[in-house]
């Protein structure tokens, strides 16, 4: 850019670049700014049965199911969707996937716009249940991980919202992440020792881990 | 195998630039994710630029939501000729002006009131430093004068960029930052003459 002659000194332009310093903006901080964007600008969203935003800390999850259930159930669905229930065209054949596979005559129809972005989701939440076990197992439930799996709900719930949950057994699916996931995200909130013994005791008792390991080195093996 | 880290870094391939136009028609047709991926790339700068402005937390991100209300119902004019950020942080500005203007009507209000007590208070205070003194001087610029400042000199727009934004000409900007300037001299001069020179 130009130099301009009445640049105000150094001292001065320092001093100035304080102005109205703005803070940091967390993800829960852009969470309630969206819901009300959200609220206002897409009003029939409050119409559908994906929960309303303000029930995020207190998931419907919780009356239907017990911690004891919905990570086996999270274990199962992602084994599911390795299995190859999932069609979704693969655009990215160079970068590999644990939830992605070939079409085939059981697939789930995605609309085209929504593809990419389901793909990627699915991916992210694969990689956050298969990196959760042993965040718990040691103790560890960081911020990070939480943020992670805040923002995967999220998505799940604007993905239930929109047509790409037009396919029955893909709704289902995403309605079920969305009970696990709120699940996780619980744990940020109670922070309690309780839930981390009982994840991590439903986690040792069925072996998830491995398993799922397993499974995506088999769909490696089949690529 | 596939690790869990190359999973995410998958996810994160696609890169949002070329996916703006894609999004922008969504959010057109009422796509709520599309929204929300506009959003996450957008709110915080538009949020930034509007604490700027208004230096309350609370305000700022009442018109951050204001804007993108106002953004997503008038997406279907946008056409393209600009930036996207361009065309937002149009709507900031135009959002921030008229919130700020009835703001300062109303402290204009309570200074009113509170004038007799508020000026004893002063005058038995320590002497702010100068950096307050900055600060309190860019708050009183006019407000064409200042929000040049502020985008120009504190969050480092190009004059190119304020000229987009405000819908003036790029002379015009450079002319309000020259007089924005001055009058920060000006009003500054007597405590700090050594900052001046």
Redesign the interface.
């Known amino acids: 850019m130009k130099q301009e002659d009445d640049r105000l000194p150094e001292a001065l332009r320092v001093a100035a670049r304080d102005y109205n310093e703005p803070p940091e903006l967390s993800h829960s901080d852009l969470d309630d700014m969206w819901s009300a964007i959200e609220k206002d600008a897409f009003p029939k969203r409050f119409s559908s049965p994906s929960a309303p935003r303000a029930e995020s800390r207190e998931p419907r999850a919780q009356s239907r199911f017990s911690t004891r259930n919905l990570l086996p159930l999270a274990a199962v669905l992602l084994l599911g969707v390795a299995i190859g229930r999932f069609g979704l065209p693969r655009k990215q054949q160079a970068l590999p996937s644990v939830a992605v596979r070939p079409a085939g005559g059981d697939s789930v129809a995605v609309p085209e716009p929504y593809q990419t972005t389901t793909s990627q989701y699915l991916g992210r939440t694969a990689a956050l249940l298969v990196s959760l076990p042993s965040e718990v197992h040691s103790g560890r439930a960081d911020d990070l991980l939480l943020g992670r799996a805040h923002d995967l709900l999220l998505t799940t719930r604007l993905l239930l919202d929109s047509p790409a949950a037009s396919d029955p057994r893909f709704r289902n699916l995403l309605e079920d992440l969305e009970l696990v996931l709120a699940q996780v995200v619980r744990l940020q909130a109670d922070q309690g020792k309780g839930e981390l013994d009982l994840i991590r005791q439903a986690l040792d008792q069925r072996d998830v881990l491995p398993r799922l390991r397993s499974a995506v080195a088999d769909i490696s093996a089949d690529d | 195998?596939?690790s869990?880290?190359?999973?995410?870094?998958?996810?994160?391939?696609?890169p949002y630039v070329s996916?703006e136009p894609?999004l922008i028609a969504?959010v057109v047709a009422?796509?709520?994710?599309a929204?929300?991926e506009l959003?996450?790339a957008h709110?915080?700068r538009v949020?930034?630029l509007a604490?700027?402005?208004?230096?309350e937390?609370e305000l700022?991100?009442e018109l951050?939501?204001e804007t993108?209300?106002r953004a997503?119902?008038q997406l279907g004019r946008f056409r393209g000729e600009s930036a996207l950020s361009t065309w937002l942080h149009r709507v900031t500005i135009s959002v921030v002006s008229n919130a700020m203007r009835k703001v300062k009507r109303f402290r204009a209000r309570e200074t009113d009131l509170d004038e007799a007590t508020s000026m004893a208070v002063e005058t038995r205070r320590a002497d702010p430093d100068?950096?307050d003194k900055?600060?309190r001087a860019?708050d009183e610029l006019p407000e064409i004068y200042r929000t040049t400042?502020?985008m120009h000199?504190?969050e480092g727009y190009?004059?190119e960029e304020i000229a987009n934004v405000l819908g003036v000409a790029e002379g015009t900007c450079?002319s309000r930052?020259?007089v924005a300037?001055?009058q920060?001299?000006e009003k500054?001069a007597p405590f700090a003459k050594e900052?001046?020179?």
Not at chain 2, 51 to 55: K, S
């Open positions: 195998m596939t869990p880290a190359v999973a995410v870094e998958i996810s994160e391939a696609t996916r894609e969504r009422g796509d709520r994710l929204a929300r959003y996450d709110a915080p949020f930034r604490f700027r402005l208004t230096g937390s700022a991100r951050t939501q993108f209300i997503f119902a100068l950096r900055l600060h860019i400042l502020v000199d504190v190009t004059h450079k930052l020259s300037r001055a920060l001299r500054l900052w001046l020179e």
